[in-house]
């Protein structure tokens, strides 16, 4: 496939993503928000998923996660804090971070840009460490309201297909986007250097954590983790505290619940099948754990989800949002809605030179009726 352009989307058959490419020029309207899009050095994927129980990643690229509904606990750079609607958080590359969503139905919208795409400009980028996000003292400051509108725009873009013109907006935005982060991170970027030669690698918790992945669904301790690494349990037990801010029992209990509240919304499966097959001990346990986080019973989870009607679709850990959810789209076209100062500047100016005119009318009447 020799096409300049290529945009790869997913659509899935039996909970599987199944990856479809387009070529240039041809008009495509996708069923999911998910995309990968390359061309020369542009290099980014996008997606809008449900936020799930707990997840721990890190990427080689930039991630930039905009929550679109509902609460979530943010674990990054060993600080745990809440993130609200349409917060936003940049983190660089092989910086560890996990979500917790504490409400149903919590949305994202995550955009991962390559580091090779900013190293093109940059060749220390690799090397910065650095996480850039809002609360409600920023929130609505002219970068991150203009990351929203980028970021919107692009997936605005991209459902509605591939089209000469559309490739154009599409890179326009995601140079606007990727600029305004660049400038933005100059100011907080660090270059960590590794004065402890004891400290974990990233490379040695990164195989802990696949090693847990792999396999929470079966008995697993700490002392099977430790000796993936060759450290004690004490010191493994703290670094992950530390990286996750939470234990790696609870760690491990919330991947277990992560995986059934997918079960339970997306298939048939009885709860006490579900509590067995995603590494509770019995029903029991699940049930007390599952009510202790979500404070209703696992019947009533499924319940509920099912009455909500969200239509998603399973992509590796992911439930995968379907452009055809109408409350997404709105959000969506709302971040686009935004104007930078320039056009407030001149919308100002314009007002301004109105009342100029109101004002001059009223005085030419005033010196008639005066005369």
Known sequence: MNASLIIRGAFFVNNCAVFVWFRKGHYVVMDYFYYTYKHNHIDFNSDIYKVSTY???????VEILILLKGRIDMSCNSEVFTMEPLDAI???????????????????????VSKEFFQHFDSNFGMYQFVLRSDKSNRYNQFFTSLRHHAAQMMLLMVNGDSPDRQLCLESQYLSLTSDIYREIDAVKTI?????????????FDK??????????????????????????????????????V???????RLRLREATVRLVNSND???HI?????????????????KHFHTTPSEYRKQAKEMGRKTKLHDWKE???????????ILQSCVVYKDDSIYSLELKQANQKLQDVKEQLESVVRKLSS
């Open 55 to 61: 997840h721990y990643n890190w990427h080689s690229g």
């Open 247 to 253: 234990s790696f029992l609870e760690y491990v209990l």
């Open 275 to 291: 509590a067995s097959s995603c590494g509770f001990a019995d029903i029991k346990a699940f049930n007390v754990a599952f009510k």
């Open 90 to 112: 940049i983190i660089s590359p092989q910086v560890g971070h996990a979500t917790l969503a504490l409400e149903e139905d919590t949305t994202a919208l995550v955009i991962h």
């Open 270 to 272: 009885g709860v006490a």
């Open 208 to 245: 802990m954590i696949a090693y847990i992945d792999e396999n929470y669904q079966q008995k697993i301790e700490l002392e099977d983790i430790a000796k993936i690494g060759g450290y004690n349990v004490n010191y493994t037990s703290q670094f992950f505290k530390r990286q996750l801010g």
């Open 192 to 204: 960590p250097v590794h004065t402890k030669p004891a400290d974990m690698t990233v490379a040695t």
């Open 320 to 330: 995968i949002i379907s452009t055809q959810e109408n409350d997404i789209m709105e």
